[in-house]
């Protein structure tokens, strides 16, 4: 797999997962960055183990090489090419029946239409062309959203919700925003992500009472973003490192609003910290910063969200587990953990954006 060259370079949609970056091509080509379901194949997993050191340069995802939509997830990521789901990674004890360790693009069986996925640690879903959703993986506490007697289960759609624009998956639970923009959750509840105002598991998904409509929705392990279309950020879930914006209160089990000096278009959620884009292409961080995935050039946790004076321009975000990720007219960046070689040529923790690919 040689590097591909840089006059090939456009950007169009970036994901981050545990330890891999995934970026979208306008060609629809996608390149890999870090460990395990980065497309990164690797003998025995021995990247795995630690006992090589990570490569810092992109490959391209194998065959089918081109993808309308990608996610990276927990050491395994989905892509869709020509409406049909694809697997590659390392697929832990066999998840929705591929018992696959391989960077190889597996095809998924069970989903028609295909149109988007989303990849966690231990449950997938996707949506296909009419908004219907499949859910598959480990049922725990409900978390795949339908009736099932099987623990980890395949691909099957779900009956109980209307068409749905966008699926987001935490841990042992899921949300999803329906096309008339309102919000569902289902699953675990321990911290109060799925916003029902109690800490009951719920099996099936049940609607997420919210003041407005939703335009987008942002899922970390434990807690929930959301984007109104008029620019303001909602909240919910665990805020035990200020995840959610606010330094009072340990978990927050319906939708808080989180206050911004204006008008938000986009929001990310990682392991438990948050980013936000603003219309202006601005870029604010907070919660959890072990790793310095804030990009505050510390490993200070922040309660409030707190303006990255080093981005300007930006037009997409996406948080991985300690990594993130953002793209602007010129550059592809990211910052936080590097151990895996999934911000490239940075340091093993970043803390301040760094160029992983020019773009222009």
């Known amino acids: 797999m040689g590097n591909p060259k840089k006059d090939l370079y456009e950007i169009s949609a970036i994901s981050g997962g545990k330890n891999q970056t995934l970026a979208v091509l306008k060609s629809g080509e996608v390149l890999g960055w870090g460990g395990a379901g980065s497309g990164r194949i690797s003998v025995g997993y021995v990247d795995i183990c630690g006992t090589r050191a990570p490569s810092k340069e992109p490959v391209y995802i194998a065959k089918p090489s081109l993808y309308s939509n990608i996610c990276a997830g927990y ?24 018992e696959l360790f391989t960077e190889a693009p597996t095809l998924i069986d069970g989903i028609s239409d295909a149109s988007k996925v989303v990849a966690g640690q231990f449950i997938y879903a996707a949506l296909d062309q009419v908004g219907s959703v499949y859910t598959w993986g480990l049922n725990v506490d409900g978390a795949l959203g339908r009736t099932t007697t099987q623990l980890n289960a395949l691909p099957e759609k779900m009956t109980d919700l209307p068409p749905m624009q966008e699926t987001g998956v935490g841990d042992n639970f899921m949300v999803a925003l329906s096309k008339d923009q309102r919000a569902y959750a289902w699953g675990s509840n321990s911290a109060g992500q799925l916003g029902l105002g109690h800490l009951q598991s719920s099996p099936s998904p049940e609607p997420v009472s919210l003041p407005v409509s939703i335009a987008s929705i942002a899922v970390g392990s434990t807690h929930v973003l959301a984007v109104t ?11 035990h490192i200020g995840q959610l914006g606010n330094n009072q209160r340990p978990y927050i089990d319906r939708p808080m609003a989180i206050a911004f000096p204006e008008k938000i278009k986009a929001v990310a959620a990682g392991m438990h910290y948050s980013l936000a884009l603003a219309a202006s292409g601005k870029v604010y961080a907070w919660g959890w910063n072990g790793f310095g995935q804030l990009g505050l050039g510390d490993l200070k946790a922040r309660n409030k969200p707190t303006l990255i004076t080093s981005l300007s321009g930006v037009h997409a975000i996406a948080a991985g587990e300690a990594h993130s990720l953002a793209s602007n007219q010129t550059h592809f960046l990211g910052w936080g953990c590097n151990e895996s070689g999934q911000l490239g040529k940075a340091a093993m923790m970043q803390t301040t954006p760094n160029i992983i690919l020019e773009i222009a």
């Open 75 to 98: 050491g395994v990521s989905l892509g869709i090419s020509k409406q049909q789901a694809y697997i590659w990674g390392f697929s832990q004890i066999g998840i929705g029946g591929k």
């Open 229 to 239: 279309a008029n620019g303001a950020v909602y909240g919910w879930g665990s805020n």
